[in-house]
């Protein structure tokens, strides 16, 4: 059975940090690019950073680049967002997807939801 199963979210200040994580089972975690999207409060899921499947490399959203960090475990098929300077704008829940682009198979989780207010 394939889990994506995200953690890490809750309330922070603006200018705080968190540290999400989502741990993967059911599936050969190392074969598949891991995303992490975003869906603010009435806006659409969007993608703020990915990461290649060895790890080697990255892409952020604009609005996200120099303060969060994606990474990856394969031993432990957990990809983490440590997320600093966090700003009221960032608030929405984060989603961990797991993509192969070679036959365009996605599985997402559940979500966990980060707020950050004062």
């Known amino acids: 059975q394939v889990q994506l199963v995200e953690s890490g979210g809750g309330l922070v200040q603006p200018g705080g940090s968190l540290r999400l994580s989502c741990e993967a089972s059911g599936f050969t975690f190392s074969w598949y690019i891991m995303n992490w999207y975003r869906q603010a409060p009435g806006k659409e899921r969007a993608m703020v950073a990915n990461i290649t499947r060895a790890g080697d490399s990255a892409n952020y959203a604009d609005s996200v680049k120099d303060r969060f960090t994606i990474s990856r475990d394969n031993v432990k098929k957990t990809v983490f967002l440590q997320m600093n300077s966090l700003k009221p704008e960032d608030t929405g829940v984060y989603y961990c997807?797991?993509?192969?682009?070679?036959?365009?198979?996605?599985?997402w989780g559940k979500g966990t939801l980060v707020t950050v207010s004062s």
């Open positions: 997807n797991a993509e192969r682009l070679v036959n365009g198979v996605n599985y």
